[in-house]
């Protein structure tokens, strides 16, 4: 579904991406792991067009989007709920999601899609009228998530989505995002919490400063002592 082959980004002078390749198939769950400033987020910006590479190729379903603007991307069916959830504070749940189906006029589907979210995220419809910014951590996380998904995508990017989350709402997180994954939706995740994460995922790519060190199996990067000592907290 989603091909990185060989791609240098840059911010700046600063060469971020290192010719990194990778390639995610559809119905997967894909992680990205490393420590802070590896190029995880970086890798994430460039698939979504935000920082497009220098060099090599980004193929979406086999065709090419590198240098293709970051809103026509989401219309080709990639979505991305970022770092830092980044929702806009002073709109409603409501208006928020709506925010996340801007590339679209399928009224009646798009209110189908909402209904979607308040199945997984019981919470937002409890708060549907509440504006995002006196949210709770965990539920402002629901509501990125959630307007990612407003787009319809096929390939889902989730940046850091257990962040500042306390362990019993990471655990619900995690759960949905296995439920996503479940309903048809591919998703790359860049995570921090590197157990929980090789915990749902089917493949994984560890980046160390801008290149990839090890990639294979999740379960078996899991059991990798260089992973464990390095990313699992393990001696």
């Not at 579904?1 to 990194?20: D, P």
């Not at 979505?79 to 806009?88: C, K, L």
């Not at 995690?174 to 493949?203: D, K, P, Y």
């Given at each position: 579904?989603?091909?990185?082959?060989?791609?240098?980004?840059?911010?700046?002078?600063?060469?971020?991406?290192?010719?990194?390749s990778l390639e995610i198939n559809q119905g997967e769950i894909v992680t990205l792991i490393g420590s802070n400033g590896a190029g995880k987020s970086t890798t994430l910006r460039t698939i979504s067009g935000i920082t497009p590479p220098r060099a090599g190729q980004v193929l979406f379903e086999g065709k090419p989007i590198?240098?293709?603007?970051?809103?026509?991307?989401?219309?080709?069916?990639?979505?991305?709920?970022?770092?830092?959830?980044?929702?806009?504070?002073?709109?409603?749940?409501?208006?928020?999601?709506?925010?996340g189906a801007f590339t679209r006029n399928d009224k009646a589907e798009i209110a189908s899609d909402m209904d979607r979210v308040f199945e997984l995220f019981p919470r937002l419809k409890e708060r549907v009228a509440q504006r995002g910014g006196t949210l709770?951590?965990?539920?402002?996380?629901?509501?990125?998530?959630?307007?990612?998904?407003?787009?319809?995508?096929?390939?889902?990017?989730?940046?850091?989505?257990?962040?500042?989350l306390a362990p019993v709402l990471v655990d619900l997180i995690?759960?949905?995002?296995?439920?996503?994954?479940?309903?048809?939706?591919?998703?790359?995740?860049?995570?921090?919490?590197?157990?929980?994460?090789?915990?749902?995922?089917?493949?994984?790519?560890?980046?160390?400063?801008?290149a990839i060190v090890k990639a294979g199996d999740a379960a078996t990067l899991r059991e990798d002592e260089d992973v464990q000592k390095a990313y699992l907290g393990m001696e």
């Open positions: 579904m989603l091909q990185l082959q060989n791609v240098h980004t840059y911010y700046g002078n600063i060469h971020a991406l290192k010719g990194i590198n240098g293709v603007p970051a809103h026509k991307i989401v219309s080709q069916g990639i979505s991305q709920s970022p770092e830092g959830r980044r929702i806009f504070a002073n709109l409603t749940v409501r208006e928020n999601l709506e925010m709770s951590g965990g539920e402002q996380q629901m509501l990125a998530i959630g307007r990612a998904l407003m787009s319809r995508p096929r390939l889902l990017l989730l940046d850091e989505p257990s962040m500042g995690f759960e949905i995002i296995q439920n996503i994954n479940s309903q048809g939706t591919t998703i790359l995740v860049v995570e921090q919490n590197a157990l929980m994460a090789l915990g749902i995922a089917n493949r994984a790519y560890v980046l160390q400063t801008g």
